[in-house]
């Protein structure tokens, strides 16, 4: 029966869409639409009229596995529905259930859903044994959606670039120490590291190896009470700034291998190696970091060092800023920059992390000796995706040896989560692209010999905080810049030495220098002094009960020796004396900036409270502890034609007060010493050392 025959829309429902559209199309109709479109179509063409249905049916599409069916004019439906209607998809849940044998599977049958309220495209999801020889296409298809899938997540995932976070109060990281290594070649350069350690070193000489065979750290920011910030005092001993306290500990497990002495008076060193396995070093250190105009006030430094017989040393360190440590203070920021967790916002600031980034970009206006550029992203199996940074420092690659950091950074992290650093000093590996400057400078600050550390780090576990720091902060409180300091007015320009004038220590330096001329007239100290040389270093104490100086001088011609003057009944006694090689001081008038007094000075350092910490040691009362030792020492640069090269006050002399003490105490034996600007008033270092009493 043709189709003409009959044209109700049973009838004509029968159909399927391709014979629908067969038949618009020899009626000169549209071909597009819908399977009920097309009935609606060929019927007004034919002016069959019907009563209206109260519902309409719609149609579904069935996907199954029959041959018999056209799958083309399944396609064709869909595609039509979709160029003339935006279709929602719904989500249909299937569940797999297993084929019971004794059972025959029925056909698929469609699922019929209300136009009204449901989706017009729904899929009868096939059975396994429906899949038949099409299984290797079906898994291929579906190994393609997943390789693109992942593809795509990770391009989602990867970063485009990020600024590296803002410390907060309360950021914390705790990180491993990994295959780090210290070595020392030079007996100048091993000196230097000795001095600086107590007794620790002391049988070390011209070579040493240390292997830090592990460890572990952790850096913070505390939240203190005061919005996250804590109160602190500064080099003048004034209080009321609010700072950010920072905290650094390290554990570290090392073994020490070098030279050691060929005598007891540790003055000739020989090829005997120094073996010491099995030794324990905990480093704390807490810095404050004023909110307002960003500047370390305060750093105190706890050392503990433990050998394999569990005998300890302590060594604590409270420092104020290196500009009172001359040139060596100078470098040691330089030197500890890569051997700890670098702050990354202090250092890269708003600057983007991404693959091409550098210090030499022109947006940047970079203004460090410390070069970068950040390297490719990385997927890496401990921290995820993280971007390799590398660092360089110029002048010290230039002048004397390298400087050089590797590190992974995180987004959202203020530390890197992994840093290696290798850091080489050596004066011999100067190029011929030093700058004459640098290299002058670092032919006097840097000791002979040679200096290699290696510090690698990676961190284990964080946690952020809450509040960030808001450096920049103005608060009330705190004292102005002209506060509370000697002005220069109290100066004193130098005759003899650095004027004296105290009140509470007897036999003061302008006595005991009058006493000298008076009765050692001739003195080769005395006739220094009255052709123009100085005393350049004084220490005063009382071992005996009475007072005396310790006082050392040089003349003109560079000739320089020592005496100890003793005051006695009759005035003053010569107890001791002695006289350097010729050169090895030298004099230098020119460089000796004017200074305080040592009164003045005097006066500041014993006042309760201003210096607590130091006090507890150093004074008794409102004077020095009996044992103390109160003087003063200049350095001078040599006095050349670099001096007027130099910029600002870098060819001038330094003069530091100082003072000390030794004692015994709970079988320990304890020694201090302190250093303040003699210029400004400011206290510069003091430290304590703590060890067995022989």
Not at 207 to 228: A, M, T
Not at 412 to 438: A, H, M, N
Not at 459 to 471: A, L, P, Q, T, Y
């Amino acid at each position: 029966m043709s189709p003409d025959d009959q044209m109700d829309r049973e009838s004509l429902t029968s159909n399927t869409v391709a014979q629908l559209r067969e038949m618009c199309k020899e009626k000169g109709l549209m071909v597009s639409g819908k399977k009920s479109e097309l009935v609606d179509r060929i019927l007004e063409d034919s002016g069959v009229e019907e009563e209206p249905e109260g519902e309409a049916e719609e149609e579904a599409l069935v996907l199954d596995d029959d041959p018999e069916e056209d799958t083309r004019d399944r396609v064709d439906e869909v595609l039509s529905r979709l160029s003339g209607e935006v279709v929602e998809a719904e989500v249909v849940e299937a569940e797999l259930v297993s084929e019971e044998p004794e059972e025959t599977s029925d056909p698929i049958e469609p699922v019929i859903l209300g136009e009204d309220d449901q989706p017009s495209l729904v899929i009868s999801m096939p059975t396994l044994s429906s899949l038949g020889d099409r299984w290797k296409a079906t898994v291929a298809v579906l190994v393609v959606v997943i390789l693109v899938g992942a593809g795509a997540t990770m391009l989602l995932q990867r970063s485009s670039g990020f600024t590296v976070a803002e410390l907060k109060f309360g950021d914390s990281m705790e990180f491993q120490v990994i295959d780090s290594s210290v070595s020392i070649v030079g007996e100048e350069m091993l000196g230097l590291a000795r001095d600086s350690t107590g007794d620790i070193l002391e049988d070390a000489c011209d070579q040493l190896s240390v292997q830090i065979s592990q460890g572990s750290g952790s850096v913070s920011v505390s939240d203190g009470p005061v919005s996250g910030a804590k109160e602190t005092t500064d080099s003048l001993g004034r209080s009321g700034f609010l700072t950010a306290e920072k905290n650094l500990v390290m554990n570290l497990d090392m073994d020490f291998e070098g030279k050691t002495w060929r005598d007891d008076a540790k003055t000739d060193c020989g090829n005997i190696m120094w073996l010491v396995p099995d030794n324990e070093l905990r480093i704390d250190s807490t810095s404050w970091v004023e909110l307002e105009k960003s500047e370390v006030k305060r750093t105190d430094t706890s050392i503990s060092f433990r050998d394999v017989d569990s005998v300890t040393t302590n060594l604590r360190t409270v420092t104020y800023d290196g500009e009172g440590l001359g040139g060596v203070g100078a470098l040691l920021p330089t030197l500890s920059f890569p051997l700890t967790p670098i702050e990354l916002h202090d250092f890269f600031g708003d600057a983007v992390i991404k693959e091409g980034a550098r210090s030499s970009d022109p947006d940047l206006n970079w203004n460090s000796d410390w070069k970068w550029e950040v390297k490719n992203e990385i997927r890496d199996d401990t921290h995820g995706l993280v971007y390799i940074v590398e660092m360089e420092h110029e002048e010290i690659g230039r002048c004397y040896g390298h400087a050089r950091i590797s590190m992974l950074v995180k987004e959202g992290s203020p530390w890197p989560v992994s840093q290696q650093s290798s850091i080489l000093l050596d004066k011999d590996e100067q190029t011929g692209d030093c700058d004459f400057l640098v290299s002058t400078l670092s032919d006097e600050i840097l000791p002979e010999g040679r200096l290699s550390i290696v510090m690698d780090f990676s961190k284990s576990s964080s946690s952020s905080g809450s509040k960030e720091i808001d450096w920049g902060r103005s608060y009330l409180g705190s004292p102005t810049d002209g506060e509370d300091r000697p002005g220069t007015s109290t100066k004193r320009n130098w005759v003899d030495a650095m004027w004296d004038e105290s009140e509470i220590r007897p036999f003061d330096l302008e006595d005991a220098l009058s006493c000298l001329k008076a009765s050692y007239p001739t003195n080769q100290a005395t006739q220094a002094l009255e052709s123009g040389g100085y005393i350049w270093h004084s220490r005063w104490s009382k071992p005996t009960g009475e007072a005396e100086w310790n006082l050392s001088w040089v003349d003109e011609g560079d000739d320089s020796g020592w005496l100890v003057l003793r005051k006695s009944s009759e005035g003053c006694d010569i107890i001791s004396s002695g006289s350097n090689d010729g050169g090895e001081v030298k004099w230098n008038r020119d460089s000796i900036p004017d200074t305080q007094t040592m009164s003045l000075l005097e006066e500041r350092i014993l006042i309760p409270g201003k210096y607590p910490d130091l006090g507890e040691y150093i004074s008794s009362g409102d004077s020095w502890h009996l044992e103390a030792e109160v003087g003063y020492r200049l350095s001078v640069t040599e006095d050349n034609d670099l001096l007027t090269l130099l910029p600002g006050d870098l060819g001038d002399g330094k003069v530091t007060m100082i003072a000390s003490r030794d004692w015994d105490s709970g079988g320990r034996s304890n020694s201090l010493e302190m250093a303040m600007d003699a210029e400004t008033g400011e206290m510069v270092l003091w430290y304590l050392i703590d060890r067995p009493s022989n």
